[in-house]
Structures are given as structure tokens and as C-alpha cells.
Nanobody, 125 residues
Framework: QLYIVESGGGSVQAGGSLTLSCTAS????????IGWFRQAPGKPREGVSC????????YYAHSVKGRFTISRDNPENTASLQMSDLKPEDTGVYYC??????????????????WGQGTQVNVSS
């Protein structure tokens, strides 16, 4: 059982920045994928950005490339998502998710097995 704690989120105007943080523990292995998914009102949940501890590979949804940056602090089992130049369409509930295992990320996030409670991000125009 992994416990995931999220922090960050909030309300900003378009063009602003926010940072989300996620701590997951205890991992039973050094190999895992951790990342962020989001769900906008009336839309399905989508993978935003993920990172693999196996090889550092990352995934970014096309809509956030160049604006969001994911990073990982291995000793602390923490992943952060720096979001800049936020747009109203970035509004939604952001969930941190993690999955143990060796993965190389290509073309998408690995669906999480363990999920956080979600944190709200509101971007106003």
C-alpha cells in the first residue's frame, strides 16, 4: 500500500504559475512511475505528465509541453510539477498517481495503481 500526499494547487489568473508536489511512500522498490493526471469538469481523466525512476524518462501531454516541468526527488520519494503560463483549459482536479515497476515512458503515462485525493487548480481568464 502506497500513501500519496499532494500539496499545491489553488487559483491563478491566466499566464500565472503554480507548483504541485506529491509524496508517495513507502515504495517497496526503487523502480516506479509517478505523475499527474487531471480531470476537467465533464471530461475524462487524462495523463498530464509522468516520470520514471528507472531511467528518468518523462511524458508530457501535448497540451502542456513547454509549459509544465516534472521533476523527482528520489530520496524523498517526491515528484513536483511546475506549471507555468497557465491557461483556463488547465483548470481541473489534479491527481498524483504512482505505480511500482520498471518502465520506460513512451507516448503516455503508466496508469497509476495508487492515487492521491486530488487538488484543485483554477485558472481564470
Amino acid at each position: 500500500q502506497l500513501y500519496i500526499v499532494e500539496s499545491g494547487g489553488g487559483s491563478v489568473q491566466a499566464g500565472g504559475s503554480l507548483t504541485l508536489s506529491c509524496t508517495a511512500s513507502p515504495f517497496s522498490t526503487n523502480y516506479y512511475v509517478i505523475g499527474w493526471f487531471r480531470q476537467a469538469p465533464g471530461k475524462p481523466r487524462e495523463g498530464v505528465s509522468c516520470i520514471s525512476s528507472t531511467d528518468g524518462s518523462t511524458y508530457y501531454a501535448h497540451s502542456v509541453k513547454g509549459r509544465f516541468t516534472i521533476s523527482r526527488d528520489n530520496p524523498e520519494n517526491t515528484a513536483s510539477l511546475q506549471m507555468s503560463d497557465l491557461k483556463p483549459e488547465d483548470t481541473g482536479v489534479y491527481y498524483c498517481a504512482a505505480r511500482e515497476g520498471r518502465y520506460h515512458l513512451v507516448g503516455g503515462c503508466i496508469n497509476g495503481v495508487y492515487w492521491g485525493q486530488g487538488t484543485q487548480v483554477n485558472v481564470s481568464s
